[in-house]
């Protein structure tokens, strides 16, 4: 079994709805990203958590909200849906201290009409 | 500019030819990391870096510190390599990525 799982993979949507993207893992780290990607741009930050407790804004997180439910889980919720909010949105974890290495969910395609 | 430039943003290249893709940053960093984004998506970790060079199979990765620059390298590409490589900074306890390099092997 995948060790960061994402839940839906791929999800369509219109403008104006609420979604809500969730991320579980098995992997028992304290930290947990949300980023999207959009083509020609690099990965960029939404939403960290160092642990259940702790929740930060990244670089663009204006139109977003998270939770963190648990050590395990955490979910990225667009409140009203816009199209440029469309892209490929990717959860991962790491493990405090140390060089940050990163471990990668397989990513949700939203597309919002 | 970027924190983190790469290049070539894309390369073509023919099975076996020794590739290289370079990755540039500005800011001080504690590690550099090598991904790899298959085109399902997926994206894994390749090597992370802090000083000097690690080899796993056919990739390569070097940084030089003083420079501000990293390559990773692939020795007797496949087709199978075809994927986008991604270069990203840690700092601060979070990354910052590159924007990838796209590497397509022609049989």
């Known amino acids: 079994d995948a060790d960061v799982t994402q839940t839906p993979r791929n999800r369509i949507t219109k403008t104006g709805k609420r979604i809500m993207l969730e991320c579980s893992q098995t992997?028992?780290?304290?930290?947990m990203y949300w980023y999207r990607q959009d083509p020609g741009l690099g990965l960029r930050l939404i939403y960290y958590?160092?642990?259940?407790?702790?929740?930060n804004k990244g670089e663009i997180s204006d139109g977003y909200s998270v939770s963190r439910q648990a050590q395990a889980k955490f979910s990225l919720s667009l409140e009203s849906a816009i199209p440029n909010q469309t892209a490929l949105y990717f959860c991962?974890?790491?493990?405090?201290?140390?060089?940050?290495?990163?471990?990668f969910g397989p990513g949700t395609r939203l597309t919002v009409l | 500019k970027n924190e983190v430039e790469q290049s070539p943003q894309n390369l073509t290249a023919q099975e076996g030819e020794f590739i290289t893709i370079n990755c540039s940053y500005s800011v001080g960093i504690s590690a550099l990391h090598w991904l790899q984004q298959h085109p399902g998506g997926g994206i894994v970790s390749l090597f992370m870096l802090s000083s000097g060079k690690k080899k796993h199979g056919r990739l390569i990765a070097t940084i030089n510190i003083q420079e501000k620059h990293s390559s990773l390298h692939i020795t007797a590409s496949h087709p199978r390599d075809s994927a986008v490589y991604i270069c990203?900074?840690?700092?601060?306890?979070?990354?910052?990525f590159g924007t990838g390099t796209r590497l397509t092997i022609i049989p």
């Open positions: 990203a900074v840690a700092r601060n306890e979070k990354l910052t």
């Open positions: 958590s160092f642990d259940v407790k702790d929740i």
């Open positions: 991962a974890t790491s493990d405090p201290g140390g060089p940050n290495e990163q471990f």
């Open positions: 992997k028992g780290h304290d930290r």
